[in-house]
Structure formats: C-alpha cells, structure tokens
C-alpha cells in the first residue's frame, strides 16, 4: 500500500508539470518507465490520492469534474467524427445492435485472462525460438522484445480503447483517422490475420493429442478431430462472453500451473553456463524462424480493442488489465524457458513445439509430462474462445460501422452474442484449418503486419490532428517520443513483412486485393440501396465518399 501510494503520489506530481512523459522517457530506464506508468494505472483503478481534497491520478487528467465544465470562449474538445460517431459525442458502444440489459459485461479478472489467451496462453510453441537461435538468444528474445513491441502496442490499445470503447477497436481508429476506405482495409487485414491464426489451434491441439492417442496422428480421425473441436468450441463462443471470460481464468490457472511446478523442481539441476549458449556447433542459425516465432507468441495485443463495448467501465479496466497482462504474460514466457535451458541438455534441433513437455519428463517424470500436455490442450482451447470472441465481435462492430450489412450484426435472442459473427469466422476458420502450420503462422503475421502500420500511423495521426481530444489514458509522453516509439516496432515489422515467402506474398495480395474490392462492392450497395446497413454509419459513410469523390 505504502508502495503504491507512493508511485501514486509521484505519477500525480509529474503528470501535473505537464512533462510527466518527456522527463520518464529520457531520464528513465525502460523498465522504470513501464513500472510508473503500471503504477499511475493501478492506483487510478482502486482511486489511491496523496491529497483527499484532489483528483485522482486517472481521471483523465487530473482535474476535478467542475474544472472539466466547459469555459466561456473556450470550444469543448470532442473527438473525431467516425462513421459510428456521428454525433461527435464521444462512443460507449457500437449503435446498430444495442446489448440486452441483463446482459453481463466482462470485469477486470476476466479481461485479463482474455488478453492473456489473445497473446499467449502460457509457453507453449516458445520452443522453436531455442531451435532456431540457441538458448542465449532465446533469453534476450523474450527479454527484449516486449519492450520493443509488447509494450508500445499495449499502451497504443489502452489510449484508443478508452478514447473509443466501442465493439470494432483498431477499425474505429484508422476510420477516424484516414476516413472510411482505410477503416474498412483494416477490417481486413485484422480479421483474415485473426482468423488465419486462430486456424492453427485446432491442429496444435490435435497435435498435442496424438501424443496420448496416436490414432489422431493423420488421416481421416485427424481431420474429424479438427472438425469436432471447431465446432464444439465455437458453440462454447456462442454462449456467451461472460462465459468464455471466467472460462478463460480456469484454463489460463490449470493449464499454467505445471509450468509453475518445472520452474521449481528444476531450481536445483539448473547451471546458469548453459544459458550463454548460442547453440550448437554446426547448426545454421534460422532468422526466419526465430522473429516469426518471437513474433507470433508475443503479439495481438491490440485484438482485445475489438471487444471494448461489451467491458465493465472499459476507460477504467481497460488499461489496468493491458499492463497487468503484458507483466503476466512475459513472465510466464521467461521463467519456464530459463528453468528448462538451466537444467536440460539435449540435441539443439530436439527444441521444436512441444518439447516442453518431454523436458518435464527429464526433469521430474512422465506425471508431469502429461499434465503439460493436457495443460496444452487447455490452453489451446482458451485461446481459440478468446481470438474468435475478438473476430465476432469486430464483425459485429463493423456492421454498425456499416462497413458490412446490418445482418453481419445481430446477436442472439439467447446470449447476446453475434451469432452471424461467430458464424462467419468459425466458416474461415475450417476452410483454413488444414494449412501447413508455418504457413498459416507466416500469412497472419504478414496481415497483421500491414494492419500494425496502419495502427501506428492512426494513433500518430489521431494525436497530432485532435491533441485535445478526451483521453481517459493517455501514453504519458510528447508526440516526438510517441514517433519513436512507433518506428521501432515498425522497423521490426517491415523485417518481417521482408522475409517472408512467396506463398506468404500471394495470400497477404490476394486478402488486400479483395479487401479494396470489397470496400467499393459495400459502397455500391449503400449508394444503390441493395442492402440494408445499419443507420449508424450509413450516412457518415455517404457523406465521406462523396467529399473523396469531389
């Protein structure tokens, strides 16, 4: 309490010189920086103050509502016009498909564990990292790169999320910042990269089974397998978000667990020597496999935006679950592998996914191996349920965006869930599902890539254009800073775009290429009246195509 009373105290006095984020970003280090900023989040969240008679340090700025009235000859700041914002007023929710009032919302324990599942799910698939690069570079790889990607795109998703709470997250942003055609390509590169990903799930659950049942190694069980645990998931999606919310705090608790256990068992079998290895002798280092893995366990932070409007006060919970999550989800990558790496040597080409669990039996004994391998179908299943809870309800969102027909957006009489949503992403799912595993894993990072550059370049532009916009959170640093610390991850991002293959290239053309068709086929429709959109954003629409026709 002491300690956070004091970060509180700190965070208010710096926030109040107005250079709160200049002087923690050059005069601090990063994880200094990050620990205040997680501080200034925390306290706003359960109302710490060093004075009883001020604001606290979260409310947006430091002032009490009386000082927030409007002063004469002084303009409001509002925020900027959207195709769901018609109004100017700043949104709560989506429009076109209002939730039922009994509906429950998702609170702060749940949305954690949601964000956890949308990035990692526990170490799983962490090991090709060691195969690719050594255990040394494994270490610096989930050291470093949440500083250098993790942690910026956590903190552009908190100021959005809470600048615009409303279902369809980043789609909502580039709308507002570019207009509606780079809204709607946004809508896709997120959505196919989203459920491209998700398609690797159900295959690396059925992987893991194969261990203990070998029957669904290949063939016909396999893919009846692959079939079965689609469906049978997504109707567990169809029940509701709140559902899949305390569901995803049982898998994230049982399926993390045994890693707990082989971090302590291994304590005393550790040699830290071992970590300095750059690998094996002989083995050729593969770059490709190392950032597309690094990347893959450690991004789509941003995925949980899609879902603002069905949170629990989301301009308050949004940002204390982001950071808490980032801190939960690192350690839970970093501590398993330096246990295992310390305590365990065996053919460098033997670290491929899955092997975490054979480096339990090495450790401690075939129990515990099997719990690992359970825990992986756990997990699996949590983070199917959380990815393709964000894609339905970005569909959702985008219907009242009136990027997609008004029927894109209904929900269930049942659970207030989009079914249609649900639907359409679990149809994409299966016709993905059976892809070569790499490949699926390359094209997601391709889109996603392209839909990252395009988040960046919205949050920048969004804060240079309307600076006096309410922000519930704001990134505490100076538009220069804020540059910097996109192009770093951008830089990264163009690397991967790089290397990628030619098949890579051809899925990631082909979606773009669809998308902008699909954009110009919706605006047709809406200026023909061939299909009915939702009357959110019909006229916002209208209204911007015709100023970029003229």
């Known amino acids: 309490g002491i300690f956070l009373a004091a970060g509180a105290t700190f965070a208010e006095r710096e926030r109040e010189n107005r250079r709160?984020?200049?002087?923690?970003?050059?005069?601090?280090?990063?994880?200094?920086?990050?620990?205040?900023?997680?501080?200034?989040?925390?306290?706003?969240?359960?109302g710490?103050?060093?004075?009883?008679?001020?604001?606290?340090?979260?409310?947006?700025?430091?002032?009490?509502?009386?000082?927030?009235?409007?002063?004469?000859?002084?303009?409001?700041?509002?925020?900027?016009?959207?195709?769901?914002?018609?109004?100017q007023e700043l949104p709560i929710t989506t429009t076109g498909s209002p939730p039922a009032a009994a509906a429950k919302k998702l609170t702060l324990i749940p949305l954690i564990f949601l964000i956890y599942f949308e990035v990692a799910g526990g170490p799983y698939g962490e090991e090709p990292t060691v195969q690719a690069a050594g255990p040394l570079l494994a270490i610096l790889g989930f050291l470093v790169f949440p500083f250098i990607w993790s942690i910026p795109e956590a903190l552009i998703t908190a100021e959005l999320s809470t600048a615009f709470p409303g279902n369809g997250g980043f789609v909502i942003w580039a709308d507002a910042a570019f207009g509606p055609f780079w809204g709607s390509l946004m809508g896709t590169w997120k959505l196919f990269s989203g459920v491209i990903n998700i398609a690797a799930f159900p295959a690396l659950c059925i992987d893991y089974l194969d261990k203990l049942f070998p029957v669904f190694s290949s063939g016909l069980p396999r893919y009846l397998a692959i079939l079965a645990f689609t469906l049978l998931l997504s109707f567990l999606n169809y029940t509701g978000i709140s559902i899949v919310g305390f569901a995803a705090v049982i898998l994230g608790i049982v399926s993390l667990f045994p890693f707990i256990l082989i971090s302590l068992i291994a304590i005393p079998k550790i040699h830290p020597h071992r970590w300095?290895?750059?690998?094996?002798?002989?083995?050729?280092?593969?770059?490709?496999?190392?950032f597309n893995t690094l990347f893959w366990n450690l991004n789509f932070w941003d995925n949980v935006s899609t879902l603002a409007g069905e949170v629990e006060n989301p301009r308050k919970t949004f940002p204390v679950a982001l950071f808490t999550a980032v801190i939960f989800t690192c350690l839970a990558y970093i501590i398993p592998l330096m246990a295992v790496t310390g305590s365990v040597s065996v053919d460098q080409n033997r670290w491929v996914s899955g092997f975490m669990a054979e480096?339990?039996?090495?450790?401690?004994?075939?129990?515990?191996?099997?719990?690992?391998e359970v825990g992986a179908v756990l997990s699996t299943i949590g983070l199917f349920e959380a990815q393709l809870s964000s894609s339905a309800y970005q569909i959702l969102g985008m219907a009242d965006l009136a990027f997609l027909p008004k029927f894109f957006g209904m929900r269930s009489k049942w659970f207030n869930t989009p079914w249609v949503g649900i639907l359409l992403s679990t149809a994409i799912v299966l016709a993905v599902s059976y892809m070569n595993f790499t490949e699926i894993i390359s094209s997601a990072n391709f889109l996603y890539s392209l839909g990252m550059l395009l988040e960046f370049a919205s949050f920048i532009w969004l804060r240079r254009k309307f600076p006096a916009m309410e922000r519930p959170y704001s990134v505490p640093m100076g538009l220069p800073g804020l540059v910097i610390m996109c192009l770093v991850p951008s830089g990264f991002l163009v690397y991967i775009m790089a290397i990628a293959t030619k098949a890579v290239y051809l899925v990631s053309g082909l979606t773009t290429v669809g998308g902008i068709g699909w954009y110009?086929?919706?605006?047709?429709?809406?200026?023909?009246?061939?299909?009915?959109?939702?009357?959110?954003?019909?006229?916002?629409?209208?209204?911007?195509?015709?100023e970029e026709d003229t």
């Open 359 to 372: 480096a339990a039996e090495i450790i401690s004994g075939k129990w515990l191996k099997i719990w690992i």
């Open 48 to 87: 710490i103050t060093n004075n009883p008679k001020s604001p606290t340090v979260g409310d947006g700025g430091g002032r009490t509502p009386q000082e927030k009235q409007p002063i004469a000859g002084i303009p409001t700041p509002t925020p900027p016009p959207t195709t769901q914002n018609t109004s």
């Open 520 to 546: 110009f086929f919706m605006k047709l429709c809406k200026s023909r009246k061939l299909i009915e959109f939702s009357n959110g954003g019909v006229d916002m629409l209208g209204k911007r195509d015709e």
């Open 20 to 46: 709160f984020g200049q002087q923690l970003w050059h005069k601090s280090s990063p994880v200094q920086f990050f620990l205040l900023v997680w501080l200034d989040l925390l306290s706003s969240e359960i």
């Open 276 to 290: 300095l290895s750059l690998g094996q002798k002989g083995v050729k280092k593969d770059w490709n496999l190392f």
